[in-house]
């Protein structure tokens, strides 16, 4: 008993480890990237504000009832078009702010908002290109123009918004699946005979139920359980005892009853690379009489026909081999088998 839930329990924690670790990332990501700034910018209603606040590192802000005009320039990025350049003046100062372009559209003159969600940037070497240019427009130097104007940039965020919304989905998505995965697992650890995929039964008590019986099995009648390593891609153990296939990997721990197993056949032969002991490896396939169907991959051949013939001296009911006959007898067997109910 104590064998069986220490390998289960260890393949769980083992299993853990990337969920649990992409659980704190996702955590990271969520704490640190500004979604509460881009979804609930700060409200502004004068343009001298949008200083006070770049100053302060607010980087995400609201302006409203803004009239903006067009500068006559356009902003591109490898020779494709990320938006027009615009102007507001408040004082002696000259604010400039970049609106992203809407298809084919030409820009309009002047553009009055109630309210425009902006992002305020840093200029760059292509700003600085673009003040020079507009100084000699209006026979400005491009020092005093500079000088006129803020060292920042107040970009439109449209897709900024909309990358922000897909990103909130996706993380909460990714977020409740893990942390019903790393749920999913703390309950195995507490309850061992709950792993995914460990006994053909449903229900908790069926599943506990035959995870003693198992287990006793194993404690009481250790003369007669036979073990089978499979090294073939990670090892894996097989221990046949008298009513039970009990198989361990490092991934996964499988109880099978030997009297569920109605038919076993191998498929998918191909060449082994590193075994000594085999020329092929396949996977074994187990239909149960529940319909179940439950394959072991990577299986050496020898090892694979070894434990086949183990479990058919076990059953002689049980079907060996792949076949037309016996893929018929199995499904006219399951037609004939009421559905079974484990309490």
Known sequence: MKYIKHNIRKQTLFSSIIPALFLLFLLFMACNYPFSDIFAPKHLNNLSDLEIEYTSRQDYVNLTDITLYYTGYDSFVKNKLKGHYYYAVEGNRCFFFLLESEGNTAPKD???????????IRTNSDFS?????????????????????????????RDVLIFSYFFAGLLVVMLIYTVILVLINITVLVFPFLQKGLLPYSGFSAKKKLFTHAAATMLKEKEEIIHICFSSRGQK????????????STYDTRILPVKDIIWIYQHTARPAH??????????????????????????????????????????????????????????????????KKHT
């Not at 002047?110 to 305020?120: E, G, Q, V």
């Not at 020079?132 to 020092?143: F, Q």
């Not at 097989?238 to 009990?246: D, E, I, K, R, S």
């Not at 049980?318 to 399951?334: N, W």
């Open 274 to 339: 590193g075994i000594s002991d085999a020329t092929s490896v396949y996977t074994i396939h187990f239909i149960l009489n529940n319909g179940r169907h439950i394959q072991f991959k990577n299986c050496p051949e020898k090892n694979s026909n070894t434990l086949i013939a183990l479990l058919a001296g076990k059953n002689p009911h049980i079907l060996v081999g792949y076949s037309e006959e016996h893929k018929a007898l199995a499904k006219k067997y399951l037609a004939l088998i009421p559905p």
């Open 237 to 248: 153990d097989f221990y046949v005892a008298p009513p039970f296939l009990l198989y361990f």
């Open 129 to 157: 290109s673009f003040l020079a240019n507009l100084s000699a427009d209006i026979d400005w130097s491009a020092t005093h123009l500079a000088e006129s104007s803020p060292a920042f940039l107040a970009y439109e965020y």
């Open 110 to 120: 002047s553009i009055t908002f109630d309210s425009l969600n902006l992002k305020l």
